[in-house]
């Protein structure tokens, strides 16, 4: 199975912040990443798909980058309801979440 | 519009069987491409992705769970089944059914659609 980190496990950021979280892969997987949002009590949303293109519905503040071992999701301006945990995903071969990342307020 | 729901008990007891429904509608599990995934997320933990049912019948397993898990679709009825066998309190979690679409050029098989998730308790 193709493994997933992520760094950092959690950060604090104060609304208006530029937010950098990187996912790396164990093995390359192209550019089959993908980042999803999670709130508290809810379903994950989808952010990003392919490393880089940003879902339909979502804000450009959210951007993605990356590809082979090493990408990232960077939000441009912090806003109130951007804090939550993301997870990366790898769906080059059978589908693995990394352990997500923790955004809460400063 | 898009939606699935998942559907099982929320309470199971060790070494019981578990038999959870994902009831889905405004897209249809025979168009080619559509596939249906499991995930489940244990409280406070990560998201641990579970099986998947393609359109053309084909299924994949997670490795460390293959042994234990069985998923099936009925295209007529919009739902997908996911049986996991012989409980554990570990199992404890919020399973998930989510869509994707095989076409990785376009939508890299990212899973755009979620349930809202059920909580099973696996416990005596």
């Known amino acids: 199975d193709i493994q997933m980190t992520q760094s950092p496990s959690s950060l604090s950021a104060s609304v208006g912040d530029r937010v950098t979280i990187t996912c790396r892969a164990s093995q390359s997987i192209s550019d089959y990443l993908n980042w999803y949002q999670q709130k508290p009590g809810k379903a994950p949303k989808l952010l990003i798909y392919?490393?880089?293109s940003l879902q339909s519905g979502v804000p450009s503040r959210f951007s993605g980058s990356g590809s082979g071992t090493d990408f990232a999701l960077t939000i441009s301006s912090l806003q109130p309801e951007d804090f939550a945990t993301y997870y990366c995903?790898?769906?080059?071969?059978?589908?693995?979440f990394g352990p997500g990342t923790t955004v809460d307020m400063k | 519009q898009v939606t699935l729901k998942e559907s099982g008990p929320a309470l199971v007891k060790p070494t019981q069987t578990l038999t959870l429904t994902c009831t889905f509608s405004g897209f249809s599990l025979s168009t080619t491409g559509m596939r249906v995934n499991w995930i489940r997320q244990p409280p406070g933990k990560a998201l641990e992705w579970l099986a998947r049912i393609d359109w053309d019948d084909d299924k994949l397993y997670s490795t460390s769970l293959k042994t234990r898990l069985t998923i099936s679709k009925d295209t007529s009825k919009n739902q997908v089944v996911l049986t996991m066998t012989n409980m554990d309190p570990v199992d404890t979690a919020t399973y998930y059914c989510?869509?994707?679409?095989?076409?990785?050029?376009?939508?890299?098989?990212?899973?755009?659609?979620w349930g809202q998730g059920t909580l099973v308790t696996v416990s005596s």
């Open positions: 995903q790898q769906t080059y071969s059978i589908p693995f």
């Open positions: 392919a490393a880089s």
């Open positions: 989510a869509r994707s679409h095989g076409d990785y050029v376009l939508t890299a098989a990212a899973f755009d659609i």
